[in-house]
């Protein structure tokens, strides 16, 4: 049997905390575009997504501002 890598079930317990820690004063549009639509507005403010692609590489793009844990 081939296994294909878009046929791969996502783990339903992967998920990431991400903390928005310190201010988006001064990114650029782009990356204060990023912040938000990770839904963070405020410093320490938290909010939990599914550990996958695309999040990961929105992390990527500002890992300066952010805390990421996993979560349990």
């Known amino acids: ?15 990431l905390r991400i903390t928005l820690s310190r201010s988006i004063i001064g990114l650029s549009p782009k990356q204060e575009a990023t912040v938000k ?5 405020r410093v320490r403010q938290q909010v ?6 695309t999040v990961r590489g ?7 501002v952010l805390q990421v844990t996993h979560e349990a």
């Open 37 to 41: 639509a990770l839904g963070l507005r």
């Open 1 to 15: 049997m081939v296994r294909r890598w878009w046929r791969r079930r996502p783990v339903a317990s992967k998920r």
């Open 48 to 53: 939990t997504h599914e550990d996958n692609p």
């Open 58 to 64: 929105m992390i990527a793009k500002v890992p300066h």
